[in-house]
Every structure is written in structure tokens, then in C-alpha cells.
């Protein structure tokens, strides 16, 4: 993949989304997600049987490259629905700036992590679908690929 994303610009233009369309973003990155761990976890119950140190000789093993991406995931994301949820119920100004900034860093930070990984995870066959799908996603979105 040869283009290069803004991660600043696309922070912003989180920022600027209303509440509405944060709430269907968070939702289709916290999906994807979902999907992308529940395929990990049969890759890593798979990887008992098969050798993957050639796919991924970057890490010692397929579960340490595994690992490390869902905990940089979980740290990033798991309260984007918090945020949300607070979003929602703000009265202020002030309240509703502070809850999109971090909606708006949150998901900035889980697309960030994704084009960080995608090179390596997405060697994987099994997760060839996720990253054509990943990168779709990363194109539709204004003012990031360059």
C-alpha cells in the first residue's frame, strides 16, 4: 500500500462529525473489531498445528504479534462507547468538546494501529478479506490517503 494517511487531518475531521455519525463510526470500528479478535483466536488455535515463523519473522511467534496488537487495540478503544454514551448526555459546551476529543483521538488512534500492523496481521490468508476491507474503509473516509 503506497499512499500515506493524515492521522492529524483525520482526527479533526472526527471532531467535526456530529454526535450521530461518531456513534456509527465507533460502532463499525468496535464491529470490526469484534471480528477481526474473533478471527485471531481461531488463527492462534490453528497455529498448534501449522508453522508460521516464516509469515511473521518480524516476532517470535504468532502469538506474541497477536498479542501485542490486541493490547494496543483494547488500550486505544475500549471506552469509545463511554465517550459516546457521556457525548449523548453532555449539557455543555465544554463537555461535549471534551468527550468528541477523545471519540475523535480514540478512533483516530484504532485506524492508526491498523495501518501500523496491516503490513504484518494482514499477511495472514485468513486476513487477507479484513484488510482489503480495512483499506476500503481507510479510502472512503475525506482527506486521508495522499
Avoid at 493490547?71 to 449523548?88: C, R, V
Avoid at 492508526?112 to 495472514?124: A, G, S, V, W
Amino acid at each position: 500500500m503506497g499512499q500515506k494517511y493524515d492521522f492529524h487531518k483525520m482526527k479533526i475531521e472526527f471532531f467535526i462529525k456530529s454526535t450521530e455519525e461518531l456513534k456509527k463510526e465507533v460502532q463499525e470500528a468496535l464491529t470490526f473489531s469484534a471480528l477481526l479478535v474473533r478471527c485471531l483466536g481461531e488463527i492462534l488455535k490453528e497455529s498448534e498445528k501449522e508453522q508460521f515463523k516464516n509469515t511473521f519473522s518480524e516476532y517470535e511467534s504468532l502469538n506474541h504479534l497477536i498479542g501485542n496488537f490486541l493490547f494496543k487495540l483494547m488500550d486505544g478503544s475500549y471506552n469509545l462507547p463511554q465517550f459516546i454514551n457521556f457525548l449523548e448526555k453532555a449539557d455543555t459546551h465544554y463537555e461535549q468538546y471534551k468527550y468528541k476529543n477523545g471519540i475523535a483521538f480514540g478512533l483516530t488512534n484504532y485506524y492508526e494501529l491498523f495501518n501500523e500492523y496491516q503490513e504484518t496481521l494482514f499477511k495472514h490468508p485468513n486476513l487477507l478479506p479484513f484488510k482489503e476491507e480495512f483499506i476500503e474503509k481507510l479510502e472512503a473516509i475525506p482527506c486521508f490517503n495522499y
